[in-house]
């Protein structure tokens, strides 16, 4: 039996004329339409819409809970064993002798901006505190919360969440439409990845259905990152002396939601037009430029060796329990209570958030991932777009957040830090450290925080409005229509207001919980697909037959 050359060919029907012209009328109406529904649901009918997203969330974790554990451990399992796999490590994600777009200042920038940087600001400080005072380990008894034995235990969950996993996630997806896209010359878009499982079939409706699912995982994925940012931009323009914005309770106003909405998409709307090259990569220089500032305040002037010690033990726990964290799921007894609910819960409130969460933003990251990573093998990527960016993160939490504990456990902070809301914990801390010295420092260190803040969330959302446009137009990577950035802009800026309306934070985290999970399905898929094709390309390179649209180009057809 010969062996075939693989699919480089699959057509997509999109507008030849009017205003969806260079657009998947299919992909691009549907995605509109569900996005719209759920923004006037949750406007118009809040309270309402609150409710049935919190029903469905319980089902979704009484159900799902082990799928996305599970779904994800398999993903950290895929991404390695392609880098170390000799037949795939060495592949170019482009065509043979390809080299990379971008200088590798401006390749890490753009992924940790667009990928998880904006993450850093509320949770580097936010998310040590919380297991610092609650995690498996203190529901089992075995270390003491908000005391110095659990130390250790809240850097090795707070890895969890934000480490290999987290960029597995971004690298899978990132990987598959890199592979498909710019080996086989196929649309730059979901369904493209899954060719070497269903075909040409994917030209049609189940293609179409794939992008779709895409695309609202991507706008929920977002919104929950503009979510969490828009809460802390709001404390940040209270820090630095506007007023008017925070409520009693420490959250966001009606107005101050929307004026941060206001100036985040406008800014960021504005970005998505000028594209990838121009705006966004020039926003991620800057905002990594302010990220190093901002980091190296902590460690020199912060818990310096408190920091370093938690990063050296914390990496260590992390790796040795990073099989069992990653596939161990917690059963309910369903007595409400006990041990084994509370375990169950605290899972279902971190990790099956945060599994959900990384899968919800893959379609976006994972694809912008793809457009910056062209020419680069698949070692290379693994390496650059998962482990180091997983690095990054530790340094982030290692020194903010060992800062915040350690000021409250010997700096004297008195619950300053620990009693501030998440997205204001970062802005307690500076304030606690700088002000005594001079009041100007304090509010000068804010404002840099809230430009950072800024670009970031500018950086996350223009990039998401050009990658949903980009599976809108079939993959088209080219200009878009103004009236379609503006639109999707507008409509993930709704999505936000809208779900934090109906029930602020956990509104939109239990949206994206629910979008997320068919993604995790096409995900697995993804998975699957990729291993598939990698494993033909090594018989057919023994074969002498092409797997490259250039080799194919200067080789007779068989």
């Known amino acids: 039996m010969s062996i075939q050359e693989p699919l480089t060919e699959l057509p997509i029907k999109t507008a030849d004329t009017g205003f969806y012209r260079g657009f998947s009328l299919n992909v691009t109406v549907i995605s509109k339409i569900i996005i719209s529904i759920l923004v006037v649901w949750c406007i118009v009918w809040p309270t309402d819409a609150g409710r049935i997203l919190g029903e469905w969330n319980s089902v979704i974790l009484a159900n799902f809970a082990a799928w996305y554990i599970w779904s994800v451990g398999f993903f950290i399992i895929v991404c390695l064993g392609l880098a170390i796999w000799p037949t795939a490590g060495r592949l170019n994600l482009g065509q043979p002798g390809e ?15 667009a990928g998880i940087g904006v993450g850093m600001l509320t949770w580097a400080v936010a998310e040590p505190v919380a297991h610092f005072g609650n995690n498996p380990e203190v529901i089992q008894g ?20 934000w480490g290999l996993s987290a960029w597995a996630c971004y690298a899978v997806a990132g990987l598959s439409l890199a592979f498909f896209s710019y080996r086989r010359g196929l649309p730059l878009t979901i369904r493209s990845s899954l060719t070497p499982l269903f075909g040409t079939a994917l030209s049609g409706r189940l293609g179409h259905l794939i992008d779709i699912v895409a695309v609202v995982a991507t706008i929920l994925g977002v919104a929950q990152t503009l979510g969490f940012g828009v809460e802390q931009f709001v404390a940040g323009l209270t820090r630095i002396g506007i007023s008017g914005l925070m409520a009693e309770d420490g959250g966001a106003t ?37 990220s190093i500032i901002l980091l ?39 007595v409400e209570g006990s041990e084994d609910f509370l375990l169950s819960q605290w899972q279902g409130w971190w990790p099956v958030f945060y599994w959900a969460w990384w899968i919800a933003f893959a379609p976006f990251v994972g694809m912008f991932l793809a457009r910056i990573s062209r020419g680069r093998s698949i070692r290379e990527f693994v390496l650059g777009a998962m ?22 456990l010997n700096g004297g902070a008195n619950g300053v830090i620990f009693g501030a809301a998440n997205g204001d914990k970062i802005f307690a801390m500076t304030e606690f450290m700088l ?6 420092l304090a509010w000068g260190m804010a404002l840099l925080i809230v430009v950072l803040l800024m670009t970031f969330l500018v950086t996350s959302a223009d990039s998401a409005v050009l990658i949903v446009n980009t599976i809108n137009a079939a993959g088209d990577e080219g200009p878009k229509a103004r009236p379609h950035i503006m639109f999707w802009g507008a409509a993930l800026a709704l999505v936000v207001g809208g779900l934090l309306i109906s029930g602020g934070t956990s509104a939109i985290q239990t949206a994206m919980v629910i ?25 057919r390179e023994a074969a002498g037959v092409a797997t490259t649209t250039a080799e194919m180009s200067s080789t007779p057809a068989e």
């Open 515 to 539: 979008g997320a999970l068919p993604f995790s399905v096409v995900m697995v898929l993804m998975c699957i697909a990729l291993i598939k094709a990698i494993y033909n390309d090594g018989r």
């Open 296 to 334: 190296g305040f902590f460690i020199i002037f912060g818990a310096t060796f408190f920091g370093a010690q938690a990063m050296v033990l914390g990496v260590f726990d992390y790796l040795i329990a990073l099989p069992e964290m990653s596939f161990n799921v917690f059963r309910s007894d369903g």
């Open 254 to 290: 009606g107005m101050g939601i929307v004026v941060a909405l206001v100036v985040i998409m406008g800014a960021s709307t504005l970005s998505a037009l000028s594209g990838v090259g121009k705006g966004i990569k020039w926003l991620s220089n800057i905002n990594m430029v302010l």
């Open 435 to 440: 002000a005594p010295i001079a009041q100007a």
């Open 387 to 408: 482990i180091v960016p997983a690095l990054m993160c530790f340094v982030w939490f290692s020194w903010a957040g060992g800062t915040a504990i350690d000021l409250e």
């Open 142 to 161: 075995i270390t003491n919360g908000g005391a110095a034995d659990n130390v250790r235990m809240a850097y090795k969950w707070s890895f969890l969440h």
């Open 99 to 113: 080299k990379p777009e971008f200088s590798n200042f401006s390749w890490f920038s753009m992924m940790f901006g």
